[in-house]
């Protein structure tokens, strides 16, 4: 595909990001939020406990981030509700089966929607736990196989983690 098709490839997409609050993660759906407003949705797992927590998270380390200041002189007094159309907060883990989304009709919701799934969640600590990083970094990794089978209309799985060498 060639680079300038991209944002046309992503127009009326469902995305969803892993590894929500990671740098990978940040420069994607800011890219996206910039260059393709007409995505239809991203869901972005934030590993967290509620969807308080995640949203929370959502916009301290992500929306609030310096990062999205192009997208924010962009949209202006409009970037909440542009936010609040195109971006679900999704508390989860993926160290866990479903990506830990305990909502059910939240994940049956993503299997019919998701095209794309970018999973870019791992632990980049070298001194975690190591059934910590094994769970994320690695069992993380099948997870998400195993949550995109369920995914009726997806079109790509994308793999990219700065954490693999950390395990």
Known sequence: MELESMPKFLENKTILVTGATGFLAKAFVEKILRVQPNVKRLYLLIRASDLESATQRLHDEVIGKDLFRVVREKWGANLDSFISKKVIAVPGDIS????????????????????????????????????????????????????????INLKLLLHVSTGNSCT
Do not use: P, Q
Request: proline residues 0%.
């Open 96 to 151: 866990y089966e479903n990506l830990g989304v305990k909502d059910s009709k939240l994940r049956n919701d993503m299997w019919k929607e998701i095209d794309i799934i970018l999973n870019s969640a791992a632990s980049t600590s070298f001194d975690e736990r190591y059934d910590v990083a094994l769970g994320i970094n690695t069992f993380g990794a099948l997870h998400v196989s195993g949550f995109a089978k369920n995914c």
